[in-house]
């Protein structure tokens, strides 16, 4: 292939490097105001009064609102689709409070500096309720009137497959798992701009996951026309899921309607933090059952999850985790009981991965705890269970069709010296005492889009314009990870021209096509990428048409070739792209034009299998990682470079949320909210993480491809964990596994 598989730039990377991309905190509009928001202090309460006299006196105020003077139809922040049934518990602005950082009320005025200092004179009355910071406390009755909905929401259950009989040889083994909430730190914090017209049309910009959800969300709060309602998707300075769900854009939708002016709103990096969303902390309780010669048997899983203030997703995470228990390994027999619980503290939401990572760290170690109990190698454990190619997915009775899951791990031990390092770790160990080393594998599935739990589809639009070039209409919303440049590369290819010879505009509700999600799930590539093939195919066929009824030929005899194209039997008669375009449009009044609808109908297995190699500081709990391998089932790499920088980075955050990354609380119920106390791994605690792509070409995808920007995310905790554990023949599962609770699990070891 020409481009697919070779390595392009992304397509704004000079504008980014110069500083002149436009992000929408950078964005001006003539007459444009600014908001500051106020914030409950308190974790749960009611505001008994609300003073803003102050505020309104400062010279360039313009107006406050607050829940008195707004919108207060019930919402919930994962809308993303028409007519989604969704239990609705969030308000734009909350007179009761429900967490530190809850909205109460927000200043618009004509800077950014006057607002905040209006915010800062607005004088609130609380009167204070008994609140829970952990689902625990919430099922232990502490809170009891966070909602008319309940407190807690369950069960979520499920059983899939046949219980073997166990014949008295079962080796079963005992597990759990607490994951803390971590945020998704994307370098740009939340933003979003509106803008009310004299025409009664409300614009909203905002880095966002679908321009499609956010309007269907705001024309229902607002009781508006779905027409009345554009939203356009702006830069995104990076998501991991914390863009997928409406925080800010009901906000300044708002006060554009009332003010008629356009609004922009920013939040700070404490604000990004305490006042947006993270990913659900999560207690798992387990029993994995084993033959003595490992083949898993039965797996039962407890789940309770912290929705934290707002109920948002998590019912759907929750039971979203409970359908993924088979896109792995083969066993006959799994139980699932969730519980979501409401704790005040900050929303949970999406996250990279929609759960599987979550999923892959607790079974993962249910693994190696298996192949600890067993005496088996973990990588041979796994051999010994991994889904084949064609296996059925038991759920769902879906073909996960060339799943290489079985090559990853052998790849793997190949590449990461997997059997002379055990032997050099054992040496290590037995020679010091003060440093020990280990190694951790994890295999970590996950999906390609809705299809089968949803239908999904969606159309692309191409046409070639009067240069010759091809203009693309497809939905994207580009992370900032290069899906315009991989989506012109699949275009180029398919039509046999260059790369930037393509156009394609990001996600706008007045000029992209109609999308049926958005970019959730790892459909992006496979399922909008191979309707973008297809659009490319049909409009190669259009060209041809139209040259042969200009030149009175047969459209078998039409050949393209670039962006020229000729009869067999005229040769010497070759027509650029743009005469033709000419041609069609002064003679015979038509546009050169495509229009594909596409409907996923399969979903294959896709995952990584991920190698990590620790050295553990036994006097501090420090935890340095000297190796990191990364495989992946990709099916076919669209832009190489693209998806091995991809998986690095997900190597990384994996690392982080195993060993340092949590929002934590002071027992008052006033998080940590800043880069001090909220930990990400630096550039020296990092891992170097080298990555082999397994590529085979037999999918749906465009060219072949699967996913990759969320599955390369999803092994990436677990296989630094596994690493810990195998270094300090520990059970340690408390996520992260920080310097204090290293030290303090092996004092009670070498106290018991």
């Known amino acids: 292939m020409v481009h697919v598989g070779k390595s392009y730039p992304i397509h704004d990377a000079l504008g980014k490097a110069t500083g002149r991309t436009v992000y929408a905190g950078d964005m001006e509009l003539k007459g444009m105001l600014h908001m500051a928001v106020l914030f409950s202090k308190i974790p749960h309460g009611f505001v008994k009064k609300l003073d803003y006299s102050k505020a309104m006196e400062l010279p360039g105020v313009v107006d406050v609102l607050y829940y008195g003077n707004t919108c207060q139809k019930e919402y919930n922040r994962y809308h993303s689709q028409y007519r989604q049934d969704l239990i609705h518990t969030e308000r734009i602005f909350n007179q009761h409070v429900r967490f530190v950082g809850d909205r109460i009320a927000a ?28 689902a625990h406390e919430t099922l232990e009755g502490k809170i009891d009137n966070m909602d008319e909905h309940g407190s807690v929401f369950g069960p979520i259950a499920n059983e899939v497959g046949t219980r073997p009989e166990n014949d008295g040889t079962f080796v079963e083994v005992d597990t759990t798992t607490h994951i803390d909430r971590i945020n998704h730190m994307a370098m740009e914090t939340h933003a979003a701009v509106a803008e009310f017209d004299s025409q009664g049309e409300l614009t909203i910009y905002s880095p966002n996951q679908t321009v499609y959800g956010i ?11 779905y027409n009345k309602v554009r939203v356009v998707k702006t830069t995104m ?45 999560m207690y798992f309780k387990n029993k994995f059952t084993f033959t003595p010669d490992g083949k898993l ?46 704790t005040n503290t900050i929303v949970s939401g999406a996250f990279r991965g929609w759960s599987s990572p979550e999923f892959n760290i607790n079974f993962e170690h249910g693994m190696n705890m298996a192949a600890r109990k067993l005496g088996i190698d973990p990588i041979e454990l796994r051999l010994k269970n991994v889904i084949h190619e064609g296996d059925i997915e038991l759920s769902t009775g879906l073909n996960l069709g060339d799943f290489k899951g079985r090559q990853v791990l052998e790849l793997g031990r190949e590449k990461f010296d997997w059997e002379n390092r055990k032997k050099e770790i054992a040496e290590f160990n037995a020679q010091n005492k003060r440093y020990k080393r280990g190694m951790g594998v994890s ?41 315009v440049t991989a989506f012109k590369m699949i275009a180029a290819e398919e039509l046999g021209i260059e790369v930037d010879q393509v156009r394609i505009q990001e996600g706008d509700t007045a000029v992209t096509p109609q999308d049926f999600v958005g970019c959730f799930s790892s459909r992006t590539t496979y399922v909008m990428g191979r309707a973008t093939q297809e659009c490319a195919k049909l409009l190669k066929e259009r060209i041809k048409e139209h040259f042969a009824v200009e030149r009175g030929c047969d459209v078998a005899d039409v050949v393209l ?20 375009v000419y041609a069609s449009q002064q003679r015979y009044q038509h546009e050169i034009f495509a229009s594909y609808e596409y409907v996923s109908k399969d979903n294959p297995g896709v995952c990584g299998g991920h190698f990590a190699y620790v050295e553990v500081d036994t006097y501090t709990g420090m935890v340095k990682i000297l190796d990191y391998l990364a495989v992946q089932d990709i099916g076919q790499a669209i832009n190489r470079e693209i998806c091995i920088a991809q998986t690095q980075g997900a190597s990384v955050m994996g690392a982080g949320a195993a060993l340092t990354e949590h929002v934590h609380y002071r027992p008052n119920g006033v998080p940590f909210a800043n880069l001090k106390d909220y930990h990400l791994l630096n550039s020296f605690e990092a891992p170097s993480v080298r990555v082999e792509l397994i590529e085979n070409h037999n999918t749906e995808g465009p060219f072949g491809a699967k996913t990759i920007g969320e599955v390369c995310h999803v092994p990436a905790s677990a296989a630094v964990v596994g690493a810990v554990n195998d270094a300090l023949q520990s059970d340690l599962n408390d996520l992260p596994l920080t310097p204090d609770k290293i030290t303090a699990y092996l004092k009670n070891r070498e106290e018991r």
């Open 297 to 342: 048997q039965d797996v039962d899983c407890d789940l309770l999850l912290d929705a934290g203030a707002y109920l948002g997703n998590s019912i759907n995470y929750a039971r979203t985790l409970g359908s993924k228990f088979f896109r792995t390994y083969r066993y006959p027999h799994e139980t699932f009981h969730a519980q979501v619980a409401l």
């Open 107 to 134: 200043v618009v005025a004509t800077t950014e500096e006057i607002a905040r200092k209006a915010v800062s004179l607005i004088e609130v009355e609380y009167e204070e309720y008994p609140f829970a910071l952990d």
């Open 561 to 580: 070739d670039g962006m020229t194209v000729y009869s067999t039997k005229e040769p010497d008669v070759v027509y650029t792209w743009s005469d033709l």
């Open 443 to 483: 295999l970590g599935g996950h999906v390609n889009g809705f299809y089968p739990a949803k239908p999904d589809y969606t159309r692309v639009d191409m046409c070639v314009t009067e240069s010759g070039t091809v203009r693309c209409g497809v939905t994207l919303h580009d992370h900032g990870c290069g899906t």
């Open 237 to 281: 300075g990076g998501s991991f899921g914390g863009k997928q769900e409406w925080v800010l854009e009901p906000l300044v939708a708002a006060a554009a309607l009332r003010v008629k002016r356009p609004v922009k709103l920013v939040y700070n990096r404490e604000e990004s933090i305490r006042s947006t969303y993270c990913r659900a902390p």
């Open 215 to 225: 309007r269907s969300f705001i024309a229902d709060l607002f009781d508006m026309d």
